[in-house]
Structures are given as structure tokens and as C-alpha cells.
């Protein structure tokens, strides 16, 4: 089964990166130009990186159905949707002020097998303390980030709120999908 958002206007949300000025340089192989000094995202990229991801993620519960990823959205714009939708998928969430080693606790306590983080650039701190755990990190990366700290990039406008939505409703599908189609074989 493919991924289903990719319609036009998620497409046209998640195209658009930031001003030519503050482009990475690790970004430029996703990027299809500039227009009026704003860089777009090749659509292409963006398609593939969510295959990418759909891969993985259909590997980690196919490996261990307990396996489990971390929602992580700490923008009140989107937290709540994020939060709906990784109950929806059974998997744990984190929408409120994070400090320092939260994730370290959270591994002792719960078993984390990757996180999921809507804005790479605004939680680096985060992905810096998964990276030394050797925890992958699903992450939005716009065109102003540094897209070597991520293991799956998705790459796409972080500050559309349309695009966090929807990516975390269809990463939320993925994980739920996964799980059905391995329970499902595994009562055969």
C-alpha cells in the first residue's frame, strides 16, 4: 500500500522551504530551484522520503510488534492533532516542555525504538540526545537544516501547519497498518 496525502496541496504545503539566504547546503540535492528567492522542494524528493520512511517504519514492527515510536511535537499549532493521532496508532507521545535527558528517563521507563519529531530544526537538542542513544529520528527537514542529524528525512515545510497535520496522521496510518497486517499474519 502506498502513501494516500500526497495530493496536490500537500504537495504545494510541503514544497515550499525558506528564503535562498538561509538554505543549508546539505539541502540543495533536495530542491528542485528557487522562485522569488524562496526554495522549493522537488516533489520527487519529497514522495521518496516518505517512501523511505514508510519502509522503515514496516521493518521496525515486522522485526518486533512491540516495537514502538516516540511522538514528539512541541508546537501548540499542531501538538494536539499529534497527540490524536499517535494514540490513534497506540504509540507514545510527548507535546509539553522537554528538558534535558527526558529521553534517557523515557528509554528506562518505556521501550523507544525510534521518535518521530515534526521540526528538526526547532528540537535539535532532541535529536542531538536520541543520536547518542543511536535512536532514529524521524524528522520534517526544511530547507534551512542540516539534514546529516536525521535518519529518515522527510523533507518538507516545518512551518506549515497543514503539512504537520497530515504527516503526522500519515506516519500515525503507517505504524497502524504495520501492525494490523502483522497481527493479521500472525494469527494465520
Not at 77 to 86: E, I, M, P, Y
Not at 111 to 118: E, G, H, N, S, V
Request: proline share 2%.
Amino acid at each position: 500500500m502506498g502513501v494516500k496525502v500526497l495530493n496536490k496541496d500537500f504537495l504545494y504545503y510541503a514544497s515550499l522551504g525558506h528564503k535562498v539566504t538561509s538554505v543549508d547546503p546539505t539541502t540543495f540535492s533536495s530542491l528542485s530551484g528557487f522562485r522569488h528567492g524562496i526554495s522549493v522542494f522537488n516533489i520527487e524528493k519529497i514522495k521518496e522520503s516518505f517512501l523511505i520512511t514508510k519502509h522503515f517504519i514496516d521493518s521496525l514492527f515486522k522485526v518486533d510488534m512491540n516495537s514502538s515510536i516516540l511522538f514528539i511535537d512541541l508546537e501548540n499549532v499542531s501538538n494536539v492533532s499529534t497527540k490524536l493521532c499517535a494514540l490513534r496508532a497506540l504509540e507514545p507521545y510527548f507535546i509539553d516542555n522537554w528538558s534535558s535527558g527526558i529521553l534517557t528517563n523515557s528509554i528506562v521507563s518505556h521501550k523507544i525504538d525510534a521518535i518521530l519529531i515534526l521540526s528538526a530544526k526547532d528540537n535539535n537538542f532532541i535529536i542531538q540526545e536520541a543520536n547518542k542513544l543511536n535512536i532514529p529520528v524521524i524528522s520534517v527537514v526544511d530547507s534551512d537544516v542540516n539534514v546529516n542529524m536525521v535518519s529518515f528525512p522527510i523533507w518538507g515545510n516545518d512551518n506549515s501547519i497543514e503539512f504537520r497535520h497530515q504527516l503526522t496522521a500519515e506516519v500515525s496510518s503507517m505504524v497502524l497498518e504495520t501492525k494490523l497486517m502483522k497481527y493479521g499474519l500472525s494469527r494465520l
